[in-house]
């Protein structure tokens, strides 16, 4: 814009220049519609200017490693009138890994409905934020320029692929029981009488007994006295042991639910030390806990959660997993 500003500048010196130095009328009508040329360029594009919104947008919220995911801006104008030219600058952040991507651009004569579209890479894990700011909208000269509303903050996660641990097994001793099956709602004979409550499954009320008392008796299983499973890793290393860690846990955790295991997540923050808790009942409460973790930072050094003592958990014993992204001699993990 501001080449353009000179250039303008040096037409307009120029045609007053032959105004003083001619006395024809010709540069006389040169000067004035040099002159006024900005004017009606910007009444002209003011229409589209004012009508334009850019609407930010990506292919997928949630992406596993290594696939396909692209940014999108899409400019949409309410009069149908194409812009002469927008400017814009991207900014990429990942929170795990750091890193940071910025870079200015424009659309030159942008059409309504017009899309813009930038490929991520997606080696790594993380939580991935992209945002527009200095949005602009120039007239067809190129002359001014009005500001444009940004688009809200995108947010990508990058999830990591799950690496099954094969056949989960806890240590003899343990006192673990079978998980029960899905939909049951007793364990066999075990449970207990109790009234019904709002919320209670129909499975669980105990026909005989509601017929005798003449009100709803439910049949509640006892509790899981089994320890419970704590997963353990540190949020530190290199990007690719990193990534290794995320893999490992997501099919811990996913092999956990499939036996209706409850179970946490713990890690520390790498920098300040605070714990980090996740506890995990169900798929969406991974999501919850796998969003937290790859909104907190990696680098290369930090604090081990394997420093501190896992406390005991509020229902009784936990067993503690530690998993590490470091390669293994002789293929274990």
């Known amino acids: 814009m501001l080449r353009r500003r000179l ?56 992406i596993q490693r290594r696939s396909a995911a692209t940014w999108t801006l899409s ?21 795990l890994t750091g890193e940071i ?25 993380g939580l991935v934020e992209c945002t527009v700011d200095r949005l602009w909208a120039c007239d067809c000269l190129g002359l001014f320029a ?13 999830v990591p692929q799950p690496e099954l641990p094969g056949l989960v097994e806890l240590p003899e001793g343990t006192g673990i029981s079978a998980p029960a099956a899905k939909g049951r709602a007793v364990f066999g004979e075990n449970y207990e ?3 019904y409550r709002e919320g209670d499954s129909l499975r669980m009320i105990h026909w005989k007994m509601t017929a005798k008392r003449d009100e709803l008796v439910t049949r509640e ?17 290199l990007l690719a042991e990193v990534d290794r860690t995320l893999d490992r846990l997501a099919g811990w955790s996913m092999a956990l639910l499939e036996q209706e295991r409850v179970h946490e997540v713990r890690w ?15 798929e969406r409460d991974w999501e919850a806990c796998l969003a937290a973790v790859l909104s907190d930072p990696a680098p290369m050094r930090g604090k081990s959660i394997l420093e501190q003592a896992i406390a005991q958990g509020p229902g ?5 997993i530690h998993i590490s992204g470091k390669e293994v001699p002789n293929g274990e993990t």
Not at 75 to 95: I, K, M, T, W
Request: glycine share 6%; with cysteine; charged share 15%.
């Open 7 to 62: 250039l303008y500048v040096l037409a307009l010196f120029l045609a007053y220049l032959g105004q003083v130095l001619d006395v024809g009328y010709l540069f006389h009508f040169i000067f004035f519609a040099v002159l006024c040329f900005p004017v009606l360029g910007l009444l002209v594009s003011l229409p589209a200017m004012l009508g334009s919104r850019a609407v930010l947008g990506v292919s997928a919220p949630c």
């Open 75 to 95: 400019l949409h104008n309410r009069f149908h009138l194409p812009v002469a030219r927008v400017s814009y600058r991207l900014r990429v952040v990942n929170r």
């Open 101 to 125: 991507h910025s870079a200015r651009t424009s659309l030159r004569r942008a059409r309504p409905e017009e899309d813009r579209s930038w490929t991520l890479e997606t080696d790594h894990c």
């Open 146 to 158: 009005l500001p444009l509303r940004k688009p809200p903050v995108m947010i990508l996660m990058i």
């Open 193 to 195: 009488l109790r009234p």
């Open 221 to 237: 299983p006892p509790e899981d006295t089994r320890p419970l499973p704590v997963l353990t890793f540190d949020h530190f290393g």
């Open 268 to 282: 520390l923050h790498p920098e300040t030390g605070a714990v980090r808790i996740c506890r995990v009942t169900a």
């Open 316 to 320: 009784g014993p936990v067993y503690q």
